[in-house]
């Protein structure tokens, strides 16, 4: 199956030239494995400007551990001796939530080996993940989040409609067979709530499916946990933490208001958005395209992969939402180094703006706003305002 270069690659390269570890987390089935692949048979070195002697011998001696194998797990039945005698050598481990444990193994071992380029850690839930490397190896780890597809990866290559339909899982967009792809998001989705949820035993496959579904309809809106939980039989506190493991996990992206020195009354709660506009349409049993735009949920699903593609090119970002009880609404409002912009979906090729998109931006007073719809065209729409494709708006925001 062949993957397209990611924006990752080149970033990847740096970070194993110049730190001790390399932490690159993600949802399931994003990629992260092929990518450790593609270092090891030499696609990204063969690719990279950057091609040294030194990073040469780095990947060729890469040793590679999938805890999800028992063969590799049992290697680490005596973790302290089998890391260490991988001195001098790339030691990537996968799904290293598995094995919290390690961490304080790793910070010992790249402490005494004092280079850069010790080990290249791979995980899909980041919650633990992130609370044990943060406490371990800090000042020690560089971190890198692998996405699904973003639009700029694949366009030219797929359709926006399939973009729509399929996600960017790569084994649901890349697939021929229309299919196939539901089939393997819905088996993704069964896979989450029978098996990955067993790492955490507070959490039970029927209440989180339930809870992903009902989200799924409301893609998008500003989260009430008091009628969600009134819905599932369980109490606000539980559906929180259902939600945050969902969003620890990289299965939903939660939003949170834009809160400004202006004296507006606010709408405070966080919007929650599925995280991928495929599995969004496979948990509402959508099998195509007509049958996604069709749906109440298109125009949230165009907000959900803007605002994805947004995440993937500026992860550190500060993205939110804007709204008032006044009516004034903006769906993103981003700070890019001190800048700010502010970012309108329309699922129209010929958009509109709304009175409450006028007194956003008048509120928000960005450095220019931007109306991003699914068309290739692009214009200027009043000054200040530019309508955008998804293409055209990374371009912008990078001038």
Not at 38 to 61: M, P, V
């Amino acid at each position: 199956m062949d993957y397209f270069l990611r924006y990752i690659e080149t970033s990847l390269l740096e970070s194993l030239m110049n730190f001790p570890v390399t932490a690159i987390t993600g949802p399931r089935q994003c990629g992260k494995s092929n990518l450790v692949k593609r270092l090891i048979n030499g696609d990204i070195l063969r690719k990279t400007k950057r091609r040294s002697r030194a990073l040469e011998k780095l990947l060729s001696g890469l040793v590679y551990l999938d805890l999800e194998r028992p063969s590799d797990l049992r290697k680490l039945d005596n973790a302290e001796w089998f890391l260490g005698s991988q001195k001098g050598k790339l030691v990537c481990i996968d799904e290293i939530q598995r094995k919290p444990e390690l961490f304080p193994l790793i910070r010992s071992l790249v402490d005494e080996w004092d280079r850069s380029g010790c080990f290249l850690i791979l995980g899909s839930a980041s919650r633990d993940l992130l609370k044990q490397s943060s406490e371990s190896l800090a000042g020690r780890v560089s971190y890198k989040r692998l996405t699904p597809f973003l639009w700029g990866e694949i366009e030219g290559k797929y359709s926006m409609e399939r973009y729509f339909s399929a996600g960017g899982f790569p084994r649901s967009i890349l697939v021929n067979d229309r299919k196939v792809s539901y089939q393997w998001r819905e088996d993704f989705i069964s896979t989450f709530l029978e098996r990955d949820l067993l790492q955490w035993r507070e959490f039970t496959p029927k209440a989180m499916g339930r809870l992903w579904r009902m989200l799924a309809h409301i893609n998008g809106q500003t989260v009430n946990y008091s009628t969600l939980a009134s819905s599932l039989g369980i109490s606000s506190v539980s559906v929180k933490k259902h939600i945050d493991l969902l969003a620890s996990t990289y299965m939903v992206e939660v939003v949170s208001p834009w809160f400004s020195n202006l004296n507006k009354r606010l709408v405070k709660a966080p919007k929650v958005y599925i995280a991928d506009s495929g599995i969004t349409a496979a948990l509402l049993g959508l099998r195509s395209f007509d049958e996604l735009s069709g749906h109440p949920v298109f125009g949230a699903v165009w907000e959900q992969i803007v605002f994805t593609n947004l995440r993937g090119w500026y992860p550190n970002a500060e993205i939110c939402y804007y709204r008032t009880s006044n009516g004034a609404e903006a769906d993103f409002v981003i700070n890019i180094d001190g800048k700010i912009y502010a970012i309108e979906c329309k699922v129209s090729f010929s958009p509109v703006l709304s009175k409450g998109n006028y007194l956003a931006f008048e509120d928000i007073a960005p450095k220019r706003t931007f109306i991003v719809t699914p068309s290739p065209d692009s214009w200027s729409f009043k000054p200040g305002i530019d309508v955008v494709s998804l293409g055209a708006l990374r371009k912008k925001l990078a001038s």
